[in-house]
């Protein structure tokens, strides 16, 4: 037991012998306010103690020494490389951050799917050291604005971490980087919680005219909270629900929503990025618009009937029992003028797609009873007897040339006549649009495999061609296929 106490005695000794002289000069990277010490000040360090992890410097020009952990103090070294190592920091002396999103993480190099040393609680403040080149940050095909930065905590962590989540400030500025609480009377953030977002690429498919029902869900879209109490954003590969507690202006056009991995950027009036960090620490943003800039309201304005033109209608049997008298024209006129102005009213925008999505199964199921009021039965010589049904049922027979094609599904047998459903659920682009009517689908019964045509309503019968795999980009057929096999059908 003595030998142990010897041995501590010693050790302790050799740690603090320097306390007389110096072990060299150190760099401040963390400010220590209280002793009137700033980051970037060289400072003396005379001791340092691997037991309680800190060094024994003293003030510029004074005898006063005192501790101070070793993670706020750079290694010591002569006074001329300590002034080098100050000039390597000087760039971003006095300059720190607060992480506008939870969770952000600070990683161990500079690619944004290096190990995480460190993760930032929403508004925890570091140190920034240094800039540094790294990997960009991407966001789908999108380089996210920002570097990597060198940072330090509050804890001594070190690491790399990405600036677009970081709201950087001068501590010698008064309000010293503290997060400002969104006000009652900021209109922007009044902007934001009184508007209804969609996903940006909702105007892409009004602006193209083919509403692509795959693309869209009453659902998506994104709500900050602070009406209903939860913030939810909802798309095709995420659904995200959580409390709201309130939101944080981090920036000028930034909002952080409390306690949650949200954050609000304004990119327009009519256009804000939501950014969401997983709890795998990557960030993913997400884009959303007003439901007005889409154009949905305005195509469905210009789309659905008017009273007039239901009225001019012939009634379906079902609207026999609850037929009322045609209106004169000036009630017409003014049903016309009602339904404008219901158009205005603040419903939801799950409605407005709900009622989008309703149009396009209409115009598809027209576009569909176009051909199979042509026939509805077409004859071909070579492949067979083509049955269209009003209720969408098909039934082929006589195929037998076409089912070493690769073009029907090779499950079919020849004896047997294939059955399903065909719909019109695909669109055409370009030079196609004034060669063909659109595209034909026929989903065979007891089979995963569509088959789709290209097809032309012709005088006599139907025109099919078919279309090869991997012809079809975002519901769209925008090529023919460069050795199709083209089938006629008279009509019977």
């Not at 000794?13 to 002289?21: D, E, I, R, T």
């Not at 604005?145 to 790399?160: D, I, K, P, Y």
């Not at 944080?248 to 009519?270: A, R």
């Not at 083509?386 to 029907?408: P, Q």
């Amino acid at each position: 037991m003595k030998r142990v106490y010897t041995i501590l005695l010693i050790s302790l000794l050799f740690v603090f012998a320097g306390c007389s002289g110096k072990m060299g000069y150190g760099v401040v990277l963390w400010s220590i306010p209280e002793q009137n010490l700033y980051d970037g000040e060289i400072v003396p360090v005379y001791a340092k103690s691997n037991i309680s992890k800190v060094y024994i410097i003293g003030l510029p020009d004074s005898k006063q020494k005192f501790e101070v952990p070793l993670w706020q103090i750079s290694a010591p070294e002569s006074k001329r490389k300590a002034h080098k190592t100050a000039s390597y920091y000087a760039e971003y002396r006095r300059q720190y951050a607060r992480a506008t999103v939870d969770g952000l993480p600070i990683r161990a190099e500079p690619v944004n799917t290096a190990n995480q040393v460190y993760r930032l609680r929403l508004n925890e403040m570091i140190k920034i050291l240094y800039k540094g080149e790294g990997q960009a940050v991407m966001v789908g095909k999108k380089a996210l604005n920002g570097e990597w930065l060198r940072v330090l905590t509050s804890n001594g962590s070190r690491g790399w971490c990405f600036s677009y989540n970081l709201r950087l400030f001068d501590e010698t500025a008064s309000d010293a980087g503290a997060a400002e609480t969104v006000e009652e009377k900021d209109e922007q953030w009044e902007r934001i919680t009184a508007t209804r977002w969609v996903p940006d690429f909702y105007k892409e498919i009004i602006d193209s005219g083919k509403i692509d029902i795959a693309r869209l869900n009453p659902a998506y879209g994104f709500d900050e909270g602070s009406e209903s109490g939860f913030i939810s954003l909802s798309l095709a590969d995420i659904s995200i629900s959580e409390e709201f507690r309130g939101a944080e202006k981090t920036g000028f056009n930034m909002y952080s929503l409390k306690d949650t991995p949200f954050t609000i950027t304004v990119q327009s009036p009519d256009a804000i990025t939501v950014q969401y960090v997983g709890k795998d620490g990557l960030p993913s943003s997400y884009n959303f618009i007003t439901l007005e800039k889409s154009g949905i309201p305005q195509f469905l304005a210009l789309n659905r009937p008017s009273p007039t033109e239901l009225s001019a209608q012939p009634l379906l049997p079902s609207d026999k029992e609850n037929f009322m008298p045609e209106p004169d024209a000036g009630t017409a006129v003014d049903a016309e003028m009602d339904a404008a102005e219901k158009q205005t009213e603040q419903k939801p925008a799950s409605e407005y797609v709900k009622e989008l999505i309703s149009y396009e199964q209409e115009r598809r199921l027209k576009q569909y009873l176009s051909i199979s009021s042509h026939g509805p039965v077409f004859v071909s010589s070579n492949y067979g007897i083509l049955t269209l049904n009003e209720d969408g049922g098909f039934i082929w027979s006589g195929f037998r040339l076409l089912h070493n094609s690769g073009i029907l599904p090779s499950s079919l047998r020849t004896a047997d006549a294939g059955r399903g459903k065909a719909t019109v659920k695909y669109f055409i682009a370009g030079e196609l649009e004034n060669q063909f009517d659109g595209v034909l689908t026929f989903s065979f019964a007891g089979t995963d495999t569509e088959v789709n045509f290209l097809y032309k309503i012709e005088e006599t019968g139907l025109r099919l061609e078919n279309i090869t795999a991997g012809s079809i980009k975002k519901s769209t057929v925008a090529a023919r296929s460069s050795n199709p096999l083209v089938l006629f059908f008279a009509k019977r």
